[in-house]
């Protein structure tokens, strides 16, 4: 198959998705709608990509149609339009089931896909359902490619994004701390974000270990860790947090009063 890329939702998750794959060793060609003429132009200025005169015209010139509009909108930026058969068709709106994008695109080929902004600098996770091998070295200019085996289970996927972007405040909390007891701010939030790092690349790299064993490690008895963690989980922050990706689950799944 060719690879011109259309993505119809021309916003901020669009920016970090174009950043992202100009990262390919051989990055494709890009077309975007042009509907936010502001990012549109800012895209085009900075990375070349190309402007359709509409999304349908998007639609035309594409290989693999990406829908990046909110899920407010649900199908409507492409509801009625016309696909090919030879074309694959990803939504990356939260919540949009496989079967309520199938009906839009057909008789293109609907796939789901979820990730987040670090696919700007090729470190998000890029999850898939149902898998599509024939994209994954396109998308790991995005980062990591997995695949779901099933739709529930991507739908808890996709908590995850949210989880990165809801860790930014655990950050900003630890680094006002930090200078609030007297360290430059600078450098508290560098301390706040070094740390993170070498935390979730300590994780990676050790992926076959348990967590459990890892946090035993470094928690020694009567340790500071160890007493850290005691007050997190004292104060119930521990289950506050999976309480708050439970929200997140049910509003994925269509609980606006979650
Ligand atoms: N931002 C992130 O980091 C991120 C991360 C992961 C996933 N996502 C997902 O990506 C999607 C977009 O999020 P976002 O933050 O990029 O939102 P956004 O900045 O509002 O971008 C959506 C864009 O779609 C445009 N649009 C609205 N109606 C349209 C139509 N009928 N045809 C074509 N374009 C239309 C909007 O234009 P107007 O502004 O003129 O309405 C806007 O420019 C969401 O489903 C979100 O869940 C975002």
Redesign the pocket.
């Known amino acids: 198959m060719g690879r011109t890329i259309g993505i ?7 920016g ?1 998705l174009v950043q992202g794959l100009m990262r390919a060793e051989s990055p494709p060609d890009i077309v975007v ?1 042009p ?2 003429a502001d ?1 549109a132009g800012e895209l085009a200025a900075r990375f070349g990509v190309g402007i359709a005169a509409d ?1 349908q015209a998007v639609i035309d010139t594409a290989d693999v149609v990406i829908l ?4 407010a ?1 649900g199908t ?2 492409i509801d009625g339009l016309t696909f090919r058969p030879d074309q694959i068709a990803f939504t ?3 919540g949009m089931t496989l079967a309520a994008f199938q009906s839009v695109v057909a008789p293109a080929r609907a796939h789901r896909a ?4 670090g696919v700007s600098i090729g470190a998000s996770p890029v999850f898939l359902y149902p898998d599509a091998p024939e994209l994954h070295t396109l998308f790991s200019a995005w980062g990591p490619v997995e695949a779901s085996p099933d739709e529930a289970a991507f739908e808890v996927a996709t908590v995850f ?1 949210v989880f990165y ?1 809801a860790l930014y405040r655990i950050i900003e909390e630890s680094a006002r701390w930090g200078a609030a007891q007297g360290l430059e701010p600078a450098a508290a939030r560098d301390l706040a974000t070094v740390s993170m790092k070498a935390t979730a690349l300590m994780a990676e790299a050790d992926r076959d270990r348990p967590l459990a064993e890892i946090i035993d490690s470094l928690a020694t008895k009567g340790g500071m860790t160890e007493r850290m963690i005691a007050v997190l989980e004292g104060r119930g922050a521990i289950e506050a947090w999976s309480e708050s990706m439970e929200v997140v689950l049910r509003r994925v799944r269509g609980d606006m009063e979650a």
Do not use: C, D, E, Q
Request: net charge positive.
């Open positions: 119809v939702g021309t916003g901020h998750f669009a970090y709608s509907r936010n990012k999304n990046a509009t909110r899920p909108l409507t930026a990356m709106v939260a979820i990730a987040h902004a994004p972007a």
